[in-house]
């Protein structure tokens, strides 16, 4: 006899599969606009930096709050207001960034 929760886990597990993977190729594209966009090159550009001047022993966390930093600043630079952006919505630049590089799309 099946396990119905299995049965039920197998089932959203499928459904998952088929909707990300019906939905690569607009993701993909959805973040090539954002790397070629002024604030997406500037998430890129924070990213890189903590590649080049973060040391390797740094812990997630300290990578992480240099690229926040970093990319609140290049923001204010660039004539944005990072404040308003809040902490959330810079995390997702920069994830969005990293997700960019390590996919090779910039």
């Excluded at 039920?8 to 909707?19: C, D």
């Excluded at 990319?71 to 207001?81: N, P, S």
């Amino acid at each position: 006899m099946n396990n119905p929760v299995t049965t039920v886990l197998k089932a959203i597990g499928g459904f998952f599969v088929k909707l990300f993977k019906d939905s690569a190729p607009a993701l993909e594209e959805s973040l090539r606009s954002f790397v070629s966009s002024d604030v997406g090159r500037i998430a890129v550009d924070a990213v890189v930096w903590v590649a080049a001047n973060i040391p390797g022993t740094a812990t997630d966390d300290e990578k992480k709050n240099a690229a926040l930093a970093k990319l609140a600043d290049d923001l204010k630079a660039a004539g944005y207001d990072a404040l308003a952006m809040g902490k959330a919505k810079l995390s997702w630049l920069v994830e969005s960034g990293l997700q960019a590089l390590k996919e090779k799309l910039v």
